[in-house]
C-alpha cells in the first residue's frame, strides 16, 4: 500500500480554518485521496476524496497538490464537534482502507 | 437508512472463552468489512465479503477468528480461546458500489479480555 505521513497533532480555535497536511510521495496514478474521520468513542466516518482536482463538499474542501504528492484537508470554520482524529488514506482499486495513526484535532472554545 | 449497527456495544470476558460479535450493515450494501482497532491506532483491516462470499482474510486474523455472513446480510465475528491480546475494538463496516465506494462505520464493539 501507499503511505501517507500526517502530523500527529493540530489545535485550533473555534469557529478558525483547520488546514491539515498530508504528504504522499509515492502516491500512483490510479490512487485516489480519502480522509475519514474517527469522533471519540465512534467509527471512522467518511469526509471527503479526490483524484486531482479540488474537492468541496458540506463538511471540508480537499486541496490537491499539482504533482499530486500531497493533499491538504480544509476545515472552514472548526467546531468543537470537529474534534477527531483525521485519517488520510490512499485508494488503488483495493477495497480495503488502510489506516495510519492519523492526526488528532483539538478544538479550543 | 439506519446506518450500520453492531452488537454488542461492549465485552467483558476472561481468556480463553470464546465470544461472538455480530454486524447489521445499511440494507442492500453487498459489501461489508471487519476492522480491529487497538488503542492510539488507526484501524487494521481484517476480512471483507461480498454477498456471503469472504472473499479476503488479512494475516492478523488468526485461525481462532472465523467471520461468516450467511445470507449475505448481517456477519458475526467470533474469537475462540480469547487472549488478553485480542483486547481491542472491533469494527463493522459495508458499501455499496465497486471501487472508490464510501465506507460506512458502525460503532464498534469494545473487547476487553481479562
Redesign the interface.
Same mark, same amino acid.
Do not use: C, D, I, T
Given at each position: 500500500d501507499a503511505k501517507t505521513t500526517q502530523p500527529n497533532s493540530m489545535e485550533s480555535n473555534e469557529e478558525e480554518p483547520v488546514h491539515l497536511p498530508c504528504n504522499h510521495s509515492t502516491i500512483s496514478g490510479t490512487d485516489?485521496i480519502h480522509w475519514y474521520r474517527q469522533l471519540p &468513542?465512534? $467509527?471512522?466516518? %467518511?469526509v471527503i476524496?479526490g483524484l486531482t482536482s479540488n474537492v468541496n463538499n458540506r463538511m471540508a474542501s480537499l486541496a490537491i497538490a499539482e504533482d499530486r504528492k500531497s493533499s491538504t484537508l480544509i476545515l472552514h470554520r472548526a467546531t468543537l464537534r470537529d474534534a477527531a482524529?483525521y %485519517?488520510c488514506i490512499l485508494?488503488g %482499486?483495493d %477495497?480495503?482502507? &488502510?489506516? $495510519?495513526? $492519523?492526526t488528532t484535532v483539538t478544538v479550543r472554545a | 437508512d439506519t446506518g450500520v449497527s453492531q452488537d454488542p456495544r461492549h465485552k467483558i470476558t476472561k481468556r480463553g472463552q470464546n465470544v461472538t460479535f455480530r454486524c447489521d450493515p445499511i440494507s442492500e450494501h453487498n459489501r461489508l468489512y471487519w476492522y480491529r482497532q487497538t488503542l492510539g491506532q488507526g484501524p487494521e483491516f481484517l476480512t471483507y465479503f461480498q454477498n456471503e462470499a469472504q472473499l479476503e482474510k488479512s494475516r492478523l486474523l488468526s485461525d481462532r477468528f472465523s467471520a461468516e455472513r450467511p445470507k449475505g446480510s448481517f456477519s458475526t465475528l467470533e474469537i475462540q480461546r480469547t487472549e488478553q491480546g485480542d483486547s481491542a475494538m472491533y469494527l463493522c463496516a459495508s458499501s455499496l458500489k465497486p471501487a472508490q465506494e464510501t465506507q460506512y462505520f458502525g460503532p464498534g464493539t469494545r473487547l476487553l479480555v481479562l
Open positions: 485516489y &468513542s465512534q $467509527g471512522p466516518e %467518511y476524496h482524529v %485519517y485508494r %482499486y %477495497y480495503k482502507l &488502510s489506516f $495510519g495513526a $492519523g | -
